[in-house]
């Protein structure tokens, strides 16, 4: 079967995605079984495998309906080529900031050690290392209007002060640059009161929330310092700021681990519980009793296929929901360049560490191998941007022929150096969790669309 394109059964439904231009066909059985030899020039073998299962003036229609849409673009299109702006060094567009590197959580499959980053010790960021990482991306995203700062840890409410600082130092520099700035914080909800959830609110911060679902799963991997658990507190917490904010403004992220396969179950009970963005993550860990295995796949697999189900029935009930993997889009989709490179870690976005060290994305803070440099200094280690920039899709070797390169854009590079200590050689367990969701979300878009039409 041609590379550039990839067919797979959903149920009693078939589905072609043509790679390079991204066009999903909902197509029948007899097109699925033609694709296993057409390659735009084959007419008559095709009609030889296949005649005596079809017929013949039959097959003829479809490979005519096939010849039309390979000239509409929409089959075996082009190969994608490297744009002329990844010769150029990178804008950077985004920042995350570690304003706490420290947590009142002790979760067991935190990649951040509940704040310490593999071994850097707990600290809090100062207003003057703030400060100075927000005139770093004004003065370094050159004329892109529009950024993004990221409030991360740790847990960045422990450090509050701070976070209402920079939020009302960005607003002034907003006001003197011309730039404007998307504020996130990402937080585990234990220090959401009524004071800090108005001042969330009324600077207009997008809020991250992280649960795991039901309460046993959540309890089990998010114990506070005290190993007690955490669900009761923050669900309550959750709650208050997701309605004082008209459920609008948030995303609810959980992690499945090898003890919750059955994850359906914590999507809906996060549903139930009247949460209606949300996402649930593969947990990502070497050696751990919790860690996702390549035996654990079958299972998580038919998992996605429940939850597709499941997806459609909260829809019918009108109970609703949005998942995140979920939400691609099949109509035009990401420019070439983020198909290619994806977040941009490393060359157009960053993580600034409480001290104000610099590291390609928030989960590389403390290997040091790959400090940048600092807020202060700028990138001293010249030679990490260009080596990010150009770890892309088309400069793998195990991404270019595969059918899902421009809508994961070849993994995540923290994972590729956790796993293989090269960001160039993809995390694989990660490359078939993958697929399977972008399948998953093929399916819904496209019965989404059936719908609306």
């Known amino acids: 079967m041609n590379k550039n394109i990839h067919k797979f059964k959903y149920k009693d439904l078939f ?59 929409q089959l075996f299109a082009p190969e994608i080529k490297v744009p002329p702006v990844f010769a150029k060094e990178g804008t950077v567009k985004s920042l995350c900031l570690l304003v706490a590197q420290d947590c009142n959580l002790r979760c067991k499959y935190c990649f951040a050690d509940s704040g310490e980053f593999g071994g850097t010790k707990r600290e809090l960021m100062s207003k003057e290392v703030g400060e100075a990482a927000v005139e770093y991306i004004i003065s370094h995203s050159k004329s892109r209007q529009h950024c993004e700062i990221d409030f991360f840890g740790g847990e960045p409410l422990v450090n509050m002060p701070v976070v209402e600082h920079i939020t009302k130092y960005v607003r002034k520099r907003e006001k003197e640059t011309g730039k404007i700035f998307k504020l996130t914080l990402t937080t585990n909800g234990m220090l959401l009161n009524d004071k800090n959830i108005a001042f969330l609110n009324d600077n207009n911060i997008s809020v991250v929330i992280s649960l795991d679902g039901r309460k046993e799963v959540h309890d089990r991997m998010r114990p506070d310092a005290g190993g007690h658990g955490s669900y009761d507190r923050v669900l309550k917490n959750f709650k208050k700021l997701v309605q004082s904010r008209n459920n609008e403004n948030y995303y609810m992220r959980g992690t499945y681990t090898k003890y919750n396969l059955d994850f359906t179950k914590d999507v809906l009970s996060m549903a139930d519980e009247g949460f209606d963005i949300l996402s649930v993550e593969p947990v990502v860990a070497k050696d751990a009793p919790y860690s996702i295995t390549e035996q654990d796949l079958p ?23 949005s998942f995140f993997h979920f939400n691609v889009d099949l109509n035009k989709g990401p420019c070439v360049a ?32 790959y400090k940048l440099g600092t807020v202060f200094s700028g990138v001293v280690n010249k030679e990490w941007p260009p080596y990010f920039r150009n770890c892309h899709v088309l400069n793998k070797e195990a991404c270019p022929d595969c059918w899902a390169k421009f809508f994961c854009s070849g993994g995540c590079h923290a994972n590729a150096d956790l796993f293989n200590n090269d960001i160039y050689k993809p995390y694989k367990l990660g490359c078939e969790l993958q697929k399977k969701r972008l399948e998953s979300a093929i399916v819904v878009q496209a019965l989404l669309n059936v719908s609306a039409e």
């Open 15 to 73: 589905f072609l995605l043509d790679v390079n231009s991204g066009t999903v066909h909902v197509i029948d059985q007899m097109t699925y079984d033609i694709m296993d030899f057409f390659d735009g020039s084959n007419d008559v073998l095709v009609i030889e495998k296949l005649q005596s299962t079809y017929d013949k003036t039959e097959l003829q229609e479809v490979l005519q309906e096939l010849h039309t849409l390979i000239k509409e673009g």
């Open 299 to 321: 299972e998580i697999f038919a998992e996605y296929d429940k939850l597709v189900e499941a997806f459609f029935e909260y829809r019918q009930k009108g109970k609703g929901f």
């Open 338 to 369: 983020k198909k290619l490179s994806g977040c941009g870690a490393g060359h157009e976005y960053y993580a600034v560490a409480a001290n104000g060290d610099m590291y390609p994305c928030h989960q590389f803070v403390g290997r040091n191998k």
